[in-house]
């Protein structure tokens, strides 16, 4: 099994800053993709950012020029770091990642258990 464990959320007034982590442990093989989703209470799950294997990366338009993602391969680990914090960032922010355990594998996708970021004065 693939674990994954966000750390890093609580409670930011608007126009601060906040760093969340992710990292993956248990038998992995290969990483493919590591991203963030987030869902607000109410609404769906949506994308945030996605960092892919190659190093590119691809952001939500609401988060475009505030959020920035990253990635520690030897790590397994990716963060999302989060300026300019606006109350519509409250969610719960859920970490996503595409892996393999074996040679012979597929990729399948991993969920974490979520940390909420809640944006309030």
């Known amino acids: 099994q693939v674990q994954l464990v966000e750390s890093g959320g609580g409670l930011v007034q608007p126009g601060g800053s906040l760093e969340l982590s992710c990292a993956a442990s248990?038998?992995?093989?290969?990483?493919?993709?590591m991203g963030w989703y987030r869902q607000a209470p109410g609404k769906q799950r949506e994308l945030v950012a996605t960092?892919?294997?190659?190093?590119?990366?691809n952001y939500a338009d609401s988060v475009k020029g505030r959020f920035t993602i990253s990635r520690d391969n030897a790590k397994n680990t990716v963060f999302l770091r989060m300026n300019s914090l606006k109350p519509e960032d409250t969610a719960v922010y859920y970490c996503?990642?595409?892996?393999?355990?074996?040679?012979?594998?597929?990729?399948?996708?991993?969920w974490g258990q979520g940390t909420p970021v809640t944006v309030s004065s």
């Open positions: 960092h892919f294997s190659i190093g590119s990366e």
């Open positions: 248990g038998s992995i093989f290969t990483v493919s993709t």
């Open positions: 996503h990642g595409a892996f393999t355990r074996s040679w012979n594998d597929a990729y399948s996708p991993y």
